[in-house]
């Protein structure tokens, strides 16, 4: 009888992001495992995992982006597949953690829809989840199961570091993004300000103000994604106001829905730097640069394979 499998390392992927899910591939050796993953002609989906799986570490790649629920049910059929498949532990690599949005409720009869996502991810068979900057970090209470919790801080503060942008202000386009911004400006050697800003309903801004000293001064915006871009791009706007030399921006997720690309294009922002944790047509936008979480996601599932500390990832 052979053993061969009982713990190897499989990467598996859906179809949310392949280019993130090859390049994860080439940076840990490892090849991505065979699978169908395509429609019956009802557009129901049809999964079909090619080699043996029984007894892996199986790690799946699948950022819940768009097409969002395309790429949700992509993920928890996969999981099901791998646990019916005797996985002997399954890990669900979300990059983007889609519907982490609505993590709470801010008037009556709201969803929780990150905590649904969790249960539904969780009820499908994962063990554990590795994902990167959740819209909230309680999403990760949300789960009754391990989450690592990677941040594309590190990522993006080394290439800013490198661009050597003279005297800079960390600047969080609202409050709740200010940690991030600390993160940013602790490996940056700067200090932060805050936009303080009046959203009535969701993607609709009605006042800015900010907090800080900017005037003279390279303002970096940073946020965890950038969806429609009508924040960031006013941020800029009203940073520009106060004084500020320029203005940069980045965030790890790049939704970039419409009209996002217009209103980068239009902005007086001089780089967009994203991750890609979502795919990304970086032809769309002149000033937009990628960067890839390839190898810091390789890693981390090389240590979680390894019953090694994924935490120590962030201590440089």
Do not use: W
């Not at 390049?23 to 429609?39: C, F, H, N, R």
């Not at 519907?99 to 539904?120: F, H, S």
């Amino acid at each position: 009888m052979t053993m061969s499998n009982a713990g190897q390392l499989k990467l598996f992927c859906g179809n949310a992001n392949p280019q993130l899910s090859e390049a994860i591939s080439e940076s840990m050796g490892i090849p991505l495992t065979p699978m169908v993953v395509d429609k019956f002609n009802d557009g129901e989906i049809r999964v079909i995992i090619e080699e043996n799986a029984r007894g892996t570490d199986a790690f799946v790649v699948q950022p819940t982006c768009e097409p969002v629920n395309q790429s949700l049910m992509e993920l928890l059929i996969i999981i099901d597949a791998l646990r019916r498949a005797s996985a002997r532990r399954i890990t669900a690599v979300v990059p983007y953690y889609g519907y982490g949005r609505q993590d709470r409720k801010t008037r009556g009869r709201e969803p929780i829809t990150a905590k649904l996502v969790a249960n539904l991810i969780t009820e499908a068979g994962a063990d554990r989840v590795l994902t990167i900057d959740l819209h909230a970090g309680q999403i990760q209470g949300f789960f009754d199961i391990p989450v690592d919790h990677l941040t594309g801080v590190p990522t993006l503060a080394r290439f800013f570091a490198d661009a050597d942008l003279g005297d800079i202000v960390v600047v969080a386009p609202d409050a709740g993004a200010a940690p991030r911004a600390r993160a940013m400006a602790d490996r940056l050697g700067g200090t932060i300000a805050i936009v303080d800003k009046h959203r009535p309903e969701p993607g609709v801004v009605e006042a800015m103000h900010v907090i800080g000293e900017v005037e003279g001064r390279t303002a970096l915006l940073i946020d965890e994604m950038i969806d429609t871009a009508g924040t960031i791009c006013q941020a800029a706007d009203t940073l520009l106001d106060e004084g500020a030399l320029s203005v940069y921006a980045c965030a790890t997720h790049g939704i970039l829905s419409p009209p996002a690309v217009q209103r980068l294009e239009r902005a007086s922002i001089e780089e967009v730097v994203l991750t890609d944790t979502v795919p990304v047509d970086d032809a769309a936008l002149d000033k937009l640069h990628m960067l890839s979480v390839a190898p810091l996601l390789g890693e981390a599932i090389k240590r979680i394979y390894a019953d090694q500390s994924v935490s120590a990832l962030f201590t440089s």
